[in-house]
């Protein structure tokens, strides 16, 4: 590779708004409610948002790729990535009982349903 191409592309990269990543999303639904999976490699709790307002669930993270300060890189495609992604929820969901883990760059966002949206048995007598 032509190190003039690389320092060129370098230059360009760097002058840049970085645009949000979006990270690719399983999204399960069930009786209690939904379950949400993003593939968010390299990111710290420290560095996660997810927030509801209104009817609209954001995630939002930043991860730093490993950069010491005694190198100089020579070519890099993303340099601190960011991940932002935003969904519209149901009004059948519970946005007051949202939980959010993250483990192994793996966000698991669970929304249950209220209880009114709930499938229930209907017990039928025999008159």
Request: proline share 6%; charged share 30%.
């Amino acid at each position: 590779m032509d190190m003039r191409q690389v320092n060129k592309e370098r230059d360009v990269t760097q002058g840049q708004a970085s645009t949000p990543l979006v990270p690719p999303v399983d999204i399960l639904e069930d009786a209690e409610g939904i379950t949400l999976w993003a593939d968010m490699p390299g990111v710290a709790k420290e560095n996660l948002s997810v927030g509801v307002e209104g009817d609209t669930l954001t995630l939002d993270a930043t991860v730093r790729l490993g950069e010491t300060t005694r190198m100089q890189p020579v070519y890099a495609e993303v340099r601190v990535a960011r991940f932002k992604r935003s969904f519209v929820l149901s009004r059948d969901l519970d946005t007051e009982k949202i939980s959010a883990d993250i483990r192994n760059g793996v966000l698991t966002v669970s929304v249950p349903k209220r209880e009114q949206a709930k499938p229930r048995r209907i017990d039928v007598r025999l008159g």
